[in-house]
């Protein structure tokens, strides 16, 4: 009986022990120093999308070809596929990094190599009228305003195939969004520039 009480005693202090401990001070949802938006960290430890290479929605808009690579919040992403829906506070993080061609050992094609910036798109609905905002982070900058609504609102408004997301670059959730009735598909058909 003695023995039970003890280890009862000890799961007990376990529980509470586990508890205690702070919560990832780093959440996947957007956290914010005043108006700013402070960089999410850890995001290379959420979902991956898809990756591009020298994509640019503007045809006159010239140089070298960077890689981009897309990760949202696994919650995110999961009611993503339940839904076909982003639900509020979820986050895109579009990981900007050059790219080479020659390099030990590869002869061929291109490999990804220092993180140049990232793009950050927020779905907000309490913060933000429009619900989505846009977000620059150089490679070592840590918080970043919201930029204009001209500046990316507007082309994802108009182009992104659900809701404000380039889905139609996404090929794991373009089946998830078309079964849901959430997809664009007009939006796969927009040239660039217009």
């Not at 780093?26 to 898809?50: K, T």
């Not at 690579?69 to 506070?89: H, I, L």
């Not at 309490?126 to 930029?147: H, L, N, V």
Request: a positive charge; charged letters at 20%; one cysteine or more.
């Amino acid at each position: 009986m003695k023995r039970a009480m003890v280890w009862s005693l000890m799961l007990t202090l376990c529980f509470v022990a586990l508890y205690a401990q702070p919560r990832d001070s780093n959440p996947s949802v957007p956290r914010y120093a005043g108006q700013n938006l402070i960089r999410p960290e850890n995001y290379r430890e959420w979902i991956f999308l898809s990756s591009g290479l020298g994509m640019n929605y503007n045809a006159s808009i010239g140089g070298g070809e960077m890689f981009t690579n897309v990760f949202v919040p696994e919650w995110s992403y999961r009611q993503f596929q339940a839904s076909g829906k982003w639900p509020d506070k979820s986050i895109f993080v579009v990981e900007e990094r050059g790219s080479l061609t020659s390099g030990s050992i590869n002869k061929t094609g291109h490999f990804q190599t220092d993180l140049v910036g990232m793009g950050v798109e927020v779905k907000d609905e309490s913060r933000f009228p429009e619900k989505w905002a846009y977000f620059s982070f150089a490679a070592d900058t840590k918080t970043a305003g919201a930029k204009p609504q001209a500046a990316c609102w507007q082309c994802h408004n108009d182009r992104a195939a659900v809701e404000h997301t380039f889905v139609q670059f996404y090929p794991t959730l373009k089946e998830v969004a078309k079964k849901f009735g959430t997809y664009r598909a007009a939006a796969e058909n927009v040239s660039p520039g217009k």
